[in-house]
């Protein structure tokens, strides 16, 4: 059998730096810090920055532009361009915890990812049996608050029915074709699906209409009074091209009436809505089949804690949610790990065997712990001591709407001014581009994983040696890329429409420090330039939209540098000279990797060989065929085939991964 290989090189627009193990605690604890009084021997003052874009650039906000479709640059009241101080400050603190080792911080530790595919078809089968799936209907019920199952009644709960005596009767009777006998049609079906020789009706239950895409289409099939059944089908695509093809599914299923409802717990629902969510800016929402049904039948989130429930969308009128099942339900004081498994087809999506939280526990050398974040009094580490930080704000079982009063708040001890066009040039505003921008999805463990014991190849989320890649960098590409055109079949809403502000400008903003320990003061100097203060600079940052495709790139050159410190005696010191704090930083950096037990000083550790090489567009250019985004079929190839380990080891050595972790 030939292997399959991709249509192109592996290629992403991303990579990782190798994630530090063990953390480099910050020189100042936290009942060390204040904000209120200048403390002896530390440093306040201010610096001014400037920004220059080599390549266009676009950090969008909503409501800039005339076209509410259309990304365009923030702007500030009078026409003034300018790049966000939240938005530079979360770049900057990104640099510093990669260089000062500092802790892997806030990530969806809770996540579970699925999976349906059957790359692993033995670790899938020991899960999900054919011959036991079960059909019940899932329901929330208002009053109780409560997601309820109940079984489909019979002994499995549904009968199979073949789609092309289905598609043929629905054909015939929505187009209305003379000389079709449509109630032997009928009972034909129902006699094949089981049911006996009853003449049913149909009532098409989906919405349809051009550029509606409906995952899941039914047609109640009422049978008598005493015996209703409804028709689940999983695709309408299948009623529009009746054609056969081969690897067509060959049959839909009728689902029997519901016995009685149980509640199930709601940690097992906020799990199972985890799996067929994705991800958004600011929360994750329901997709696929979820949707449809929470939608059409007015079901609240689980994950929107307290949601209401809305007037179903579709009007559907059915018991509840048609669900294939494995296992016995969590119900009655039973657990998950009876092997209960639920989906919205006979090939059911499944929990992979660990969390992201788990892997970074294992990344980190704590296999078996529960991930958290240190508490502050405990463990402070560079980013969080410089940028400040709210204890447990976003808690892992739940996430609340605001902090309670119980949690320690830290306040930053550096503040990022809005960097503004500077004067002398008028903005050049690029026009409208149309692409289709692919997020990276952590799922994907080719390339978000790598194997612990051999981290030159990849391991997947069943892997008991599956280890976490790293913190995710976008390289810096070189200029004159190129924004990709949408796909010839790309859809309306997979577009995005973006403005940027042409290559060229400048933009100037201050940022102010207060209390900063030398070497702290020295962390951020030496983030703004990766330590290299030469002219011009070889290293870039990058910023806003199009990051992947070379836009955003950023060229920092300090202007201004004052900085004053207390002494215990009173009096005040003045530095203008940026390279001792500089020095301070990378000292203290060595001693702490030494004490660590790692067996390289800071300038030749991985995490900064890593970081450097991907703010280098030179490295970029030699990599320039393995940097962009590939088709959905190299994706799927590329998890058979094992190749991601090639990409992504240009930028740092497989070895790399192991010299993190001693």
Not at 165 to 173: F, G, M, R, V, W
Not at 189 to 199: R, S
Not at 219 to 225: C, E, Q, S, T
Not at 506 to 534: M, P, Q, Y
């Amino acid at each position: 059998m030939t292997e399959p290989k991709t249509s192109t090189a592996p290629k992403a627009s991303y990579r990782f730096v190798p994630l530090n193990s063990r953390v480099i605690p910050a020189p100042l604890r936290l009942d060390q810090i204040s904000h209120a009084r200048p403390l002896p021997g530390c440093w306040s003052g201010g610096m001014t920055v400037e920004w220059r874009n080599e390549t266009p650039i676009c950090v969008g906000a909503p409501g800039q532009d005339k076209d509410d479709s259309v990304d365009s640059p923030f702007c500030l009241p009078g026409q003034r361009y300018a790049l966000p101080g939240p938005s530079l400050k979360g770049m900057i603190r990104a640099v510093v915890e990669i260089a000062t080792f500092s802790h892997l911080g806030r990530i969806n530790d809770h996540h579970r990812f699925g999976y349906r595919d059957f790359n692993d078809q033995e670790h899938y089968r020991q899960h999900v049996k054919p011959n036991d799936l079960k059909a019940g209907w899932l329901r929330y019920d208002q009053k109780s608050g409560q997601w309820q199952l109940a079984a489909a009644k019979g002994e499995r709960g549904f009968a199979m029915l073949p789609i092309d005596l289905l598609l043929e009767a629905i054909d015939k009777k929505v187009k209305r074709e003379p000389g079709i006998n449509e109630a032997k049609k009928k009972r034909d079906i129902i006699a094949k699906a089981g049911f006996g020789p009853h003449v049913i009706s149909y009532e098409h239950k989906a919405k349809h209409g051009s550029g509606v895409n409906i995952v899941s289409a039914l047609f109640d099939a009422v049978v008598d009074k005493k015996n209703t059944g409804v028709i689940v089908c999983a695709d309408t695509k299948k009623k529009a091209d009746p054609t056969p093809k081969k690897g067509d599914q060959k049959f839909e299923a009728i689902f029997h009436e519901p016995g009685e409802f149980k509640a199930l717990p709601p940690d097992y629902m906020e799990r199972f809505a985890f799996l067929h969510s994705k991800m958004t800016k600011s929360a994750m929402e329901p997709e696929g089949n979820w949707k449809t049904w929470l939608k059409g039948m007015g079901y609240p989130n689980p994950l929107n804690a307290g949601g209401k429930t809305e007037a179903p969308q579709q009007g559907y009128d059915f018991p509840g949610i048609p669900v294939y099942y494995c296992g016995q339900p969590p119900v009655d004081g039973r657990t998950e790990d009876d092997g209960f498994h639920m989906g919205f087809s006979r090939v059911i999506k499944i929990p992979y065997e660990f969390s992201v939280g788990q892997l970074a526990q294992r990344t980190l050398g704590r296999d078996g712990e529960k991930y958290s974040i240190p508490e502050l009094g405990r463990e402070l580490d560079f980013a969080r001591a410089i940028f400040g930080d709210v204890e447990g704000s976003l808690p892992s079982e739940r996430k609340k709407a605001a902090d309670g009063p119980d949690r320690l708040a830290l306040k930053g001890r550096v503040a990022f001014e809005f960097a503004t066009l500077a004067e002398g040039r008028n903005p050049y505003l690029m026009p409208v581009s149309t692409t289709v921008m692919m997020g990276p999805k952590a799922s994907f463990w080719p390339f978000y994983l790598r194997n612990g014991q051999d981290p030159g190849s990849s391991a997947d989320y069943n892997d008991e040696m599956a280890i976490l890649a790293g913190r995710k960098r976008y390289p810096v590409r070189c200029l004159g890329q190129q924004l990709p055109k949408p796909p010839a079949d790309a859809k309306e809403k997979q577009k995005t429409k973006l403005r940027f502000l042409g290559a060229g400008h400048v933009f100037r903003g201050r940022i102010r420090f207060r209390n900063l320990h030398a070497a702290e003061l020295g962390a951020l100097l030496w983030a703004l330039n990766f330590g290299d203060f030469s002219e011009p600079t070889k290293y870039f940052h990058a910023m806003g939209r199009a990051k992947g495709h070379g836009y955003g790139r950023l060229a920092a050159t300090i202007s201004q540098f004052r900085a004053t410190a207390h002494c215990p005696a009173g009096q005040a010191i003045e530095a203008r000279d940026m390279a001792p704090f500089v020095e301070e930083f990378t000292a203290y950096m060595d001693a702490g990797l030494r004490w660590l037990g790692y067996g390289f000083g800071f300038e030749n550790s991985p995490a900064v060989t890593a970081l450097r090489a991907l703010a280098d567009p030179q490295k970029s250019k030699n990599n320039d065929q393995h940097l962009g985004v590939m088709s959905m079929k190299d994706f799927r190839t590329l998890k058979r085939i094992d190749q991601a380990h090639d990409l992504l080891c240009d930028y740092v050595s497989a070895d790399d991964w192991a010299r993190m972790r001693p």
